[in-house]
């Protein structure tokens, strides 16, 4: 019998999105004066304030306030009426050095042997349902957000856009795990006042997100997923009605508090950790990131239609504790005596091919970098490799790749070892 999986997204201008996009605008600047400088950064943003607090170990020396105020500006916190402006905002930083008890369980002479920043589990997935090997609920929920920023930015239409948002989306699966519709779009903005009556409001938004949002957003998909854009979907528009009160000063925000919006949208599975505001020796970030690499490119190569990737560490340890592998029986690969290789199988050759000590995460992706900034509003997962120039704390300007563990470059690895 078909059934029904949803998954859910915020925008950039969400306060808990706010306060993960401040923690990471303050890591990048210490990792573009310091690459090698530890980094626990969290923020809380509220009614025209926002704090900053953390463990910091770094040789860098960096303003808080103009990162913050720049970052908030970004976003399209600007104006005196949304109660949380980018430049009367109070700022309040408590930053502070970082407990060397953390510290010597992380350094090591050498450098290959750093433990593990913290004790516990982090997943990777990924699946074949879409062209970014994402879950379509997710991915779909990102993209109706991303375009919405896009039209708000422009601001030729639906002017009335303010930076707060939400949008959720439910897939009809059949039997087979395969979509076969979208049921339900669901999907909230923050507006200025209208002269209209609400009812008038809300009307016009809904036309507007429907024959302008939606469409746009269709175009850009692949024909398979537009076939699943049919006339029968429910759009709930600001369901609760007026929403002008929004932001940091409708809700308070917090880092780290949508792991789920940042990783799978509630598929597969997830430890825990957050992200925004920490250093690459935290695993719970480098770690989670290795796995969504792994469990792609094994995806991308054909072992398994579905991939979840589970690693564990104790802290203060390099080697993990433990690698989990699970298919959900999609395996396509096969063992000597030709039956579908068992999960266990799998796990022992991605063992053998990926080495998952923190160091070698690190130097594999490149997370010493200042790269973290594009992460902390649509998702970490899913996105497109790309590129960012950075002047240095030398004046010199360098190029760094962002969102490496995207990157396709084990396929024939994993092919040759597979025997695929």
């Not at 009335?160 to 049921?183: G, M, N, W």
């Not at 997962?381 to 995207?406: A, I, N």
């Amino acid at each position: 019998m078909p059934y029904l999986f949803t998954s859910e997204s915020v925008s950039e201008g969400h306060p808990d999105k706010v306060a993960d996009q401040i923690s990471d605008a303050i890591l990048d600047e210490y990792l573009r004066q310091d690459p090698t400088a530890k980094v626990a950064c969290e923020t809380l943003v509220t009614t025209d304030f926002a704090l900053v607090a953390g463990e910091i170990k770094s040789t860098a020396h960096v303003d808080a306030e103009p990162i913050i105020r720049e970052t908030i500006r970004r976003i399209g916190y600007n104006k005196p009426e949304y109660l949380f402006n980018a430049d009367t905002c109070e700022v309040m930083n408590r930053l502070h050095e970082q407990s060397p008890d953390i510290n010597q369980g992380v350094v090591r002479q050498a450098p290959e042997e750093q433990g593990a920043g913290d004790q516990g589990m982090m997943f990777g997935y990924a699946t074949s349902e879409t062209d970014n090997y994402m879950p379509l609920a997710l991915d779909l929920s990102h993209s109706l957000l991303q375009e919405l920023a896009t039209i708000r930015k422009v601001g030729q239409e639906m002017t009335y856009l303010r930076p707060d948002a939400k949008s959720q989306v439910t897939i009809r699966y059949s039997d087979d795990h395969h979509p076969e519709a979208i049921e339900t779009i669901v999907i909230s903005t923050q507006h200025d006042e209208f002269d209209a009556s609400e009812e008038v409001m809300l009307a016009r938004i809904k036309e507007d997100i429907v024959n302008i949002l939606i469409p746009r957003v269709k175009a850009k998909l692949s024909p398979e997923i537009q076939a699943l854009f049919t006339d029968n979907i429910t759009h709930h528009i600001n369901p609760t009605g007026k929403f002008v009160i929004g932001g940091p000063h409708g809700d308070s925000g917090l880092t780290g508090r949508k792991i789920i919006v940042d990783t799978y949208g509630g598929k597969g599975a997830h430890g825990g950790g957050a992200f925004s505001g920490k250093d690459s020796s935290k695993v719970d970030r480098s770690a989670a990131y290795a796995t969504r690499h792994i469990a792609k490119n094994l995806v991308a190569a054909g072992v398994a239609d579905q991939v979840l990737v589970q690693v564990a560490y104790a802290i203060g340890v390099a080697k993990p504790v433990g690698l989990y592998v699970t298919t959900y029986g999609t395996t396509k690969a096969l063992a000597a005596n030709g039956q579908p290789l068992t999960d266990g199988e799998i796990a022992t050759k991605v063992n053998e091919l990926f080495d998952l000590r923190p160091y070698a995460i690190v130097e594999r992706l490149g997370l010493r970098n200042p790269i973290f900034g594009q992460t902390a509003a649509y998702g970490h997962m899913g996105r497109q490799p790309g590129t960012v120039t950075v002047k240095m704390k030398d004046g010199e300007e360098k190029t760094f790749e962002t969102f490496t563990w995207e990157k396709l470059d084990y396929v024939d690895k994993i092919k040759a070892t597979f025997g695929l």
